[in-house]
């Protein structure tokens, strides 16, 4: 039932007295283990993390990216501030990222530096009554990984599986819940989009600069190798699952895929078949215990390709349709083709109007909380981003963040949508 509808009956004395009652108990069943969070990527906000593959790619010429990603939010410093912030905004989750490059830098070679940082990370977590969501990989490898080919070495396949042993025996204990791979099947979304063939010279020269920067000829940044890197990945992905269960990892592990959620243009939905099968099937067909789903938009899909935004259509800083009912039609999506439990583990919007991130998120908690009544096994609503921070090619000027950062100084500066979305997630829903 929609809110409207449920407060115009609700309204009426006969209404409230009789068949408001049980609805209401359905709708506002208290959850407190729901996830109420914000997200973050190691490499979009920590600043300086010059051993990852993506410091090469940025450092090639002719530049890709808009902006050099330099000093970021300088999260790296800062994460006991913003940690201490967003749990006084009202969030009781935080996810962020594990930088493998900062865990080891060359192959073979631990910083237990490194592995103590995001013991602290955990720490401080733990101390301000967060639970911690942590992502494995969210695009960026170590630059020995990108140098022997990235996920097409089975060399770095073992390694990865690895690391996130690793990861389970040194910081295993403050886990909640673990992705290893952020949207590994982006480049899918992306080619349908059409903006592959439109960049694949571009990228496919930088990634040849940058393999003769590193004197590495097979190198291969695996977020700009396009689909493939795709069956490495799935071994990853698969690999480090079993190792971290050997490890005797006591929290859910999962993938977090790309998910728009689309309609079919002029009623033929056999492109939009094929656009949803090509970009879930394998991955929703890989082992793991829940599935994370990030969604930002939604369009029409033509046979071959999405159609761009009708002309009128409001679109956001990064050029997408503005789209709150996104992540409604994605969730409902991916209930339909799995069992396992699903978390919103992204969501959110680009734009320098703060008052459109409201409008945006209520739209998007509206359609969570039609879900949860609708019995729909979803555990947590994540909102990208708690900062403005790098937005990888497109640099520093799309604005997600419920925060900003004053230029030079870093100081935090809290929009009114991060005191909205905090007593959202204060009181469970909207209320
Ligand atoms: C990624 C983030 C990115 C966000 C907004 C997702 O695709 O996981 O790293 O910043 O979308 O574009």
Partial sequence: MERRDFLSIASTAAGAALMVAPAMA???KKRPDFLWGTAGAAYQVEGGNIASDLWVMEHVTPPLFADKSGDACDVYHRYEGDIALAASLGFNTHRFGIEWARIEPERGQISDAGLSYYRSVLETCRRHGMKAVVTLSHFTVPRWVAATGGFTDPANVRAFA???ARIVDALGDLIHLAITFNEPNLATVVRWSGLSEKYRPYIEAA???AGVAQNAPAWSSPMLAGERQYDG???AHSKALEAMRTAKARFPIGLSLAIPADTAAGGDDRGLKRKQADMLDRWLAAPGDFVGIQTYTGGEVGPDADMPPAPG???????????PAAIEGAIRLVATRTDRPLYVTENGVATEDDS???AYIDGAVAGVERCLADGIDLRGYIHWSLLDNWEWVAGYRPKFGLVAIEPKTFRRL????AHHLGKIAKRGGLG
């Fill in 207 to 209: 990634q040849k600069a």
């Fill in 356 to 358: 459109r991130r409201i």
């Fill in 162 to 164: 690895a690391h996130c």
């Fill in 414 to 417: 809290p929009k009114p949508s």
């Fill in 313 to 323: 259509t409001e679109v956001t800083q990064m050029g997408y349709a503005f789209t």
């Fill in 26 to 28: 359905a709708t506002k």
């Fill in 233 to 235: 990945i799935v071994a």
